[in-house]
């Protein structure tokens, strides 16, 4: 019977941990504030930005919410980062994404102070992970390597195989499984004999954005699967990138979709904004 990876446990655990660490902060006279900016109301984007506000309320972190009409320019977002970089009162900046089609997500992106960076999606933090410096962690990896850490499995030695190559799952998930000394193998749409690859895994990450696209065939005898998508299925209840029946009788762990990976985002999200205080 497959170990079921519980992020909502997990993640639960993480926020408990850091409500502790914002205490002794705040007796300490010290005060986190994350901007979470929004443009336009997609339903999507206002239930991630809430979920991160009530977050926030929970571990003692001020959030000060900018909601901006979708009409808003470019320019005009970049003024307001630009001087959410300059208040210091301010610790972390979030730009919901994504952005309306007429905005710069990269330049945004870029404008943002990397030492507020709580997305760690500036090239900055990007760079930094790369060569092994301390900086902002992109979270939805960083909530992986949690979840691995958490539930006894190690990554060190192992063949680690990521499908998906993406800037804010795939290439963040390897160089941090690289930097847990995993055996890093990372394929994508080109990728030949993706089953064949993928049944090399000791531990396989599957970030592809296809529904319960990976079956029993992708997955060797004992792997750990990592399933990072969501999808809604026929029936409209929440699903991931793997078939988690077909394949669950064969890994020795593996995450649920919804209840895995998802709640970890946040979590990790929270770590990053009070990291800007442990500094
Ligand atoms: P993405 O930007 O669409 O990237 C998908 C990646 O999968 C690409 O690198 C693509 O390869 C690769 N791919 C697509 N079809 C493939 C195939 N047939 N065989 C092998 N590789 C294939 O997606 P993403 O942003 O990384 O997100 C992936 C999934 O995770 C989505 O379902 C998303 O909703 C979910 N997600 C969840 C969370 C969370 O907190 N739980 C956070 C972020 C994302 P190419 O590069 O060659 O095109």
Redesign the pocket.
């Known amino acids: 019977m497959a170990q079921i990876i519980d992020g909502k446990l997990i993640s639960a655990q993480i926020k408990d941990e850091l409500k502790e660490e914002v205490k002794k902060i705040s007796e300490n006279g010290g005060h986190i504030c994350l901007a979470v900016v929004q443009v336009g109301d997609d339903p999507a984007s206002s239930v991630y930005v809430n979920n991160k506000k009530k977050a926030c309320a929970y571990i003692g972190i001020e959030s000060r919410a900018y909601e901006l009409p979708e009409t808003t320019t470019e320019a005009e977002l970049v003024s307001l980062v630009e001087e959410l970089n300059a208040d210091s009162e301010v610790n972390g900046i979030l730009v919901q994404l994504p952005l309306p089609p007429h905005i710069n997500e990269d330049l945004v992106i870029r404008t943002i102070s990397p030492d507020k960076d709580v997305d760690g999606f500036h090239p900055g933090s990007v760079g930094r992970l790369w060569i092994g410096e301390k900086g902002f962690l992109s ?2 990896p960083a ?1 992986i390597i949690q979840l691995l850490k958490r539930s006894g499995i190690e990554i060190e030695g192992k063949e680690c195989v990521v ?8 290439k963040p998930m390897a160089a941090l499984l690289l930097r847990e000394n995993g055996t890093v193998t990372v ?5 030949k004999n ?1 089953k064949e690859v993928a049944r090399r895994a000791d531990i396989l990450i ?6 319960q ?1 990976i079956n029993a065939e992708y997955v060797k005898d004992g792997a750990v699967v990592i399933d ?4 809604r299925d026929e029936n409209n209840k929440l699903c ?2 793997v078939d988690f029946t077909d394949v669950a009788d064969k890994v020795s762990a593996i995450t649920p ?1 919804p209840g ?3 709640p ?3 979590a990790m999200l929270m770590n990053n904004c009070v990291e800007t205080a442990r500094r």
């Open positions: 979270c939805t909530g499908i998906g190559r993406s800037n804010i799952v795939g394929a994508h749409s080109r990728t993706l599957v970030a592809i954005g296809k529904r696209f990072v998508g969501m999808h991931g990138d979709v895995g990976v998802g970890m985002t946040i």
